[in-house]
């Protein structure tokens, strides 16, 4: 913590990938914030020109499945909304649990569970989906989301318990 505290005090400069960042910095003396998004692959994206649900209606969540991005909340609303296709995309400690939450609940044959999938076919393929469902309480806003929003696609997400809503996205998803 020392050194932390040190180089924050001294840098010039420092630059955080999320607004929600910036008081920390400040808070450990930083005398320049600046806050620097992550980059997206706007080359490879397709935007959304159709927004006529699928038959069936498909939605797609992205990300790491883990505390902080546990997307076990999804299934449990999938599961109340008949027809409603879902693919995860992501990998980490939770992605067996979820296959197994799946077939508990009657969603199995409704869900597709991918462990990755590279971002420029991602960034192409994101138009295809009706919507983009983010779990996220690390706070900031997920490279996903932008991505998501940048080609249109509708987003839903929960209130994040930094921040109320997501930054960059407050007034574009719900």
Same mark, same amino acid.
């Given at each position: 913590?020392?050194?932390?505290?040190?180089?924050? *005090?001294?840098?010039?400069?420092?630059?955080?990938?999320?607004?929600? $960042?910036?008081?920390?910095?400040?808070?450990?003396? %930083? *005398?320049?914030?600046?806050?620097?998004?992550?980059? @997206?692959?706007? =080359? #490879?994206?397709?935007?959304?020109?159709?927004?006529? /649900?699928?038959?069936?209606? %498909?939605?797609?969540?992205?990300?790491? #499945?883990? $505390?902080?991005?546990?997307?076990?909340?999804?299934?449990?609303?999938?599961?109340?909304?008949?027809?409603?296709?879902?693919v995860l995309i992501? &990998?980490?400690?939770?992605?067996?649990?979820?296959? *197994?939450? !799946? =077939?508990? /609940?009657?969603?199995?044959?409704?869900?597709?569970?991918?462990?990755?999938?590279?971002?420029?076919?991602?960034? *192409?393929?994101?138009?295809?989906?009706?919507?983009? @469902?983010?779990?996220? &309480?690390?706070?900031?806003?997920?490279?996903?989301? /932008?991505?998501?929003?940048?080609?249109?696609?509708?987003?839903? %997400?929960? !209130?994040?318990? @930094?921040?109320?809503?997501?930054?960059?996205?407050?007034?574009n998803c719900l």
């Amino acid at each position: 913590i020392g050194i932390e505290n040190e180089s924050l *005090r001294n840098a010039d400069v420092v630059v955080c990938a999320y607004r929600f $960042l910036e008081s920390y910095a400040v808070s450990h003396g %930083t *005398r320049d914030v600046r806050v620097i998004y992550n980059v @997206i692959n706007t =080359d #490879q994206m397709a935007v959304k020109d159709d927004y006529a /649900l699928h038959s069936p209606p %498909t939605a797609v969540v992205v990300g790491r #499945q883990y $505390l902080k991005k546990d997307p076990r909340p999804v299934l449990h609303a999938v599961s109340k909304i008949p027809e409603l296709h879902c693919v995860l995309i992501g &990998d980490g400690p939770y992605h067996e649990e979820l296959k *197994r939450l !799946a =077939d508990e /609940l009657g969603i199995a044959e409704r869900c597709e569970f991918m462990r990755s999938v590279a971002n420029e076919v991602l960034c *192409r393929t994101l138009k295809d989906y009706d919507i983009l @469902i983010s779990v996220n &309480d690390v706070g900031g806003v997920s490279k996903v989301d /932008l991505e998501a929003a940048h080609v249109g696609l509708p987003v839903i %997400t929960n !209130a994040h318990h @930094i921040e109320r809503q997501p930054e960059v996205l407050e007034e574009n998803c719900l």
